[in-house]
């Protein structure tokens, strides 16, 4: 006995982490005994959606799934977006992770390109096959790709050529609104469409108190909701630069091509898409909560969810969420973002359309290298990718599928997106102190400090004298990106001088065409770039999008031709 | 003395318990057997130091002057060459030389030259690469493998070059060599050697020739069918603001943009594509009017 204790005391750091070793394998040995039988085919699936819809509508897959192939479980590992990063390099590095991870956020860009070409099984071959899962619909003899929306872009990795993962929904931004607490404090029983009409709507809201004696706010708002607002409501208004400043027809305003405009007089701060926007966001930012530069996502959703604010806006993301939060105690809407009319005294000039947007697929998840069972994990996607369960699956979660031809929750009806539209021109991001100088001003204009006429002062002058040199700085390191272009396509080049037949056939058009997409024209292109910085335009040049009266005389030529016709 | 042991040997056991645990899954990744093709699965990761120690190894594993040895060689040049940070220009060279000079009429030995053309043209940043020096080194591929794709390559990058100048003597010259190209219908890069074309009459201010050569560019494209991105919406919007600007021509111009709006109706520049089919019609309509009121038909 006394040897015992002896050993004991002698051992016991030892003896610890041994029995807690031995308690969590035998829990964990316990636990997925008791899910799984003996012998089965146990999936892992590994994301960052804590929303609980998420986690029900991936196990009623699992279910359905397992109907099909009864020796197939899945165990789902839901991680918070916050150490998702940390959690998946750890897992991936370790030779740990899931069979399947969702993928493409919490990382940046780069990490995730090496993630994909080390620890991803490409999927390119598969989605050139129709999805098995499809049998019997209209699109059994679809390929996989061709079933996307998008054409399953945000799978393909274009830095390997590889398809590498797989999306299941489709995501937008609108606004969310309290239907009840609008009712209740404006009398309206829709949402405003008409911009004046939210704003008088936004008015009224914050001249009344609840049972406490607090005023309402108008608009719940974040950090996190403020580029929200910009990128679907003020941006648009400056699409009229366009007109002025596209000087080589490309459809964008580049940084260079505006400050050329701004150093040559051709566009200013009084110029009216650009006068348009500040206004507007002064006008709607008035209405959001005092302070909402400093907050986080999650205190202006609480101050949503507790009805103290009527509109917020968010994307599909985040629709399920409020609609459970809101459960029982209000009803939630989600309306577009409110345009100013044509006939709107200051902005109709200049309003031309909503946001252009496209239908982007997210939610993507890839298969690991170290999956044990890479084709049943495959299959398992496959199968939630498939037109029926794509759209169960967004039904049960509160999304947009992705799959052509599946129905939606007519509650996100308002988020279909605007396939014509408009967008923003004004980009003032020249690198360097310039792009410092322009957040500083944005910042305080935003928040009421400094008015529109101070901004552009302070600003507009250090812009142009700075601009040039913040760009030249910029642009020194051109060459370094032909650099990198370069080893990647001696990859390339060596994949298809070991390939054969056929495989080598495509190997070497795929080959020729990024050496044409990536290396002919970087040299063309800073050229053009700093002529144009230096030279400016033209002086006597007309406008991008305007005819020269050379090229007036061929059109009145070409009309006269056609009517003696 | 025989404590410490069996207590080390109980943290020993006890580490590779924990460990064999959780290395159960750890299968190292992407190995091969054949050295050259773990050299360039390595040289594709990023790994240089092991795509390095690879192509060594097939280097010294090959028959000498064997066509493999020739590839791992190439390899390795290629990895000294092009990685960052850790790269070895003057090794590298070396490497593409010693190809050259092994094997002239293999196909590596053409990569290789093309390859020691490009260090002269790709200096590191902040220096200019001597502009001369990279003509003639281009030359020089084209003028020892004609019917290669390096010299294929090299014809593009040496008018690339002189077309970037924007300058009138190094565009018209180009402008030769590349008209003389792109009567071989059977020529590689057709399509972008007739956009060169294009940005060449651009400089010296031909639309018509602009116009002309971008539409031929449009139809010589080669495709890569499994890239999702490929698509010509911008080449239909080129051209069309090309004809509307340029040219004065709205038949040709209405042709572009309708292309655009039928094949591409989720493109961004639908709106504008639109737009322009109604200012083109306002336009011809206002003149129409101007000429009746002038007494025209």
Request: glycine share 6%.
């Amino acid at each position: 006995m006394h040897k015992l204790f002896g050993f004991i005391k002698q051992y016991f750091a030892l003896i610890v982490v041994f029995a807690t070793f031995a308690w969590s394998a035998t829990m964990i040995a316990v636990y997925r005994s008791q899910t799984t039988p003996p012998g089965a085919v146990i999936l892992r699936l590994g994301h960052w959606q804590l929303e609980a819809s998420v986690r029900d509508a991936i196990d009623l897959m699992a279910e359905e799934y397992r109907k099909i192939h009864p020796n197939v479980f899945l165990v789902q590992d839901a991680i918070p977006e916050g150490v998702y990063g940390q959690w998946v390099s750890t897992q991936l590095m370790g030779g740990t992770a899931p069979d399947i991870l969702q993928v493409g956020a919490n990382l940046p860009g780069n990490i995730w390109l090496s993630y994909y070409n080390r620890y991803f099984v490409p999927l390119s071959r598969e989605v050139y096959r129709p999805n098995p899962y499809n049998k019997g619909t209209k699109l059994e003899d679809t390929k996989l790709r061709q079933t996307y929306k998008d054409g399953m872009r945000t799978g393909y990795v274009d830095e390997m050529q590889e398809y590498m993962s797989i999306p299941l929904s489709v995501f937008g931004v609108r606004i969310f609104y309290n239907k009840d607490l609008l009712k209740k404090l404006t009398g309206l029983d829709e949402a405003p469409r008409n911009y004046r009409d939210f704003l008088a709507a936004c008015q009224k809201i914050e001249s009344q108190t609840n049972e406490f004696g607090n005023f309402f706010v108008p608009i719940a708002a974040s950090q996190y909701h403020v580029a929200m607002w910009e990128g679907n409501m003020f941006d648009p208004l400056t699409y009229g630069a366009i007109r002025r400043a596209d000087f080589n027809r490309d459809g964008n305003v580049g940084n260079d091509e505006l400050f050329v405009a701004f150093k040559t007089g051709r566009i200013d701060f009084d110029f009216p898409p650009y006068a348009a926007k500040f206004k507007m966001m002064r006008e709607v930012t008035d209405h959001f909560q005092t302070g909402y530069t400093g907050l986080t996502r999650d205190e202006a959703v609480f101050l949503f969810a507790q009805q103290k604010a009527v509109f917020m806006t968010t994307g599909t993301w985040d629709a399920r969420s409020l609609q459970q939060q809101a459960q029982g105690q209000f009803e939630v809407g989600v309306m577009d973002f409110p345009l100013p009319t044509k006939d709107d005294p200051f902005y109709g000039p200049v309003v031309e359309g909503p946001l252009f947007e496209t239908p982007g697929t997210g939610f993507r998840f890839g298969i690991t290298r170290t999956s044990r069972h890479p084709e049943v994990a495959l299959d398992f996607m496959l199968f939630m990718a498939s037109q029926k369960q794509n759209e169960e699956l967004n039904r049960i979660i509160g999304w947009i599928p992705c799959i052509i031809d599946t129905q939606m929750d007519p509650f996100l009806e308002a988020f279909d997106p605007h396939l014509e539209g408009v967008y923003g021109a004004m980009n003032f991001i020249l690198g360097g102190e310039t792009t410092t100088k322009w957040e500083q001003m944005l910042s305080l204009y935003r928040v009421n400090q400094i008015s529109y006429s101070d901004m552009v002062a302070q600003f507009s002058s250090f812009y142009l004298d700075r601009g040039l040199k913040d760009f030249l700085e910029q642009q020194r390191d051109w060459r370094r990106g032909m650099v990198q272009n370069e080893r990647f396509l001696a990859g390339i080049r060596a994949k298809a001088l070991a390939a054969t037949g056929d495989e080598a056939v495509s190997a070497w058009v795929k080959y020729r065409a990024l050496t044409k997409d990536r290396q002919v024209w970087s040299e063309l292109n800073h050229s053009r770039q700093l002529q144009l910085m230096e030279k400016g335009p033209d002086a006597k040049a007309v406008g991008p999008y305007e005819y020269s009266p050379a090229v007036l005389a061929k059109i009145k030529e070409r009309v006269k031709k056609s009517m003696t016709k | 003395m025989r404590k410490l042991s069996c207590r080390l040997f109980m943290v020993q056991a006890a580490l590779i318990v924990l460990l064999g645990s959780s290395c159960k899954q750890n299968a190292t990744l992407l190995q091969s057997d054949d050295p050259l093709h773990a050299g360039w699965n390595n040289y594709s990761l990023g790994e240089f130091d092991q795509a390095q120690f690879f192509f060594e190894q097939a280097v010294a594993e090959a028959p000498k002057d064997s066509d493999a040895q020739l590839t791992a060689l190439y390899g390795l040049a290629t990895t000294l060459n092009l990685r960052r940070p850790g790269e070895d220009p003057e090794r590298a060279q070396e490497l593409y030389r010693r190809i050259l000079d092994t094997a002239p009429a293999n196909d590596l030995a053409a990569w290789s030259l093309l390859a020691l053309a490009r260090m002269q043209h790709l200096v590191p940043v902040g220096d200019d690469p001597d502009y001369e020096q990279v003509y003639k080194a281009y030359q020089d591929v084209i003028d020892r493998y004609p019917d290669r794709l390096a010299a294929k390559e090299a014809f593009l990058y040496l008018n690339s070059i002189l077309v970037a100048t924007l300058k009138e003597p190094e565009t018209r010259r180009a402008l030769a060599s590349l008209d003389e190209y792109v009567k071989n219908p059977s020529n590689t890069f057709l399509g972008p050697s007739w956009s060169l074309i294009a940005v060449g009459n651009t400089t010296l201010g031909n639309q018509e020739r602009r116009f002309e050569a971008e539409v031929k560019s449009l139809e010589t494209t080669e495709i890569d069918p499994t890239n999702p991105f490929t698509e010509f919406a911008y080449q239909y919007w080129n051209l069309a603001t090309i004809a509307e600007f340029e040219l004065g021509d709205f038949d040709q111009a209405r042709l572009y943009y309708r292309k655009l709006i039928a094949e591409y109706p989720k493109d961004q520049k639908i709106y504008g594509a639109k737009q322009a089919l109604q200012r083109m019609d306002a336009m011809e309509a206002k003149i129409r009017e101007e000429l009746k009121e002038a007494g025209n038909p």
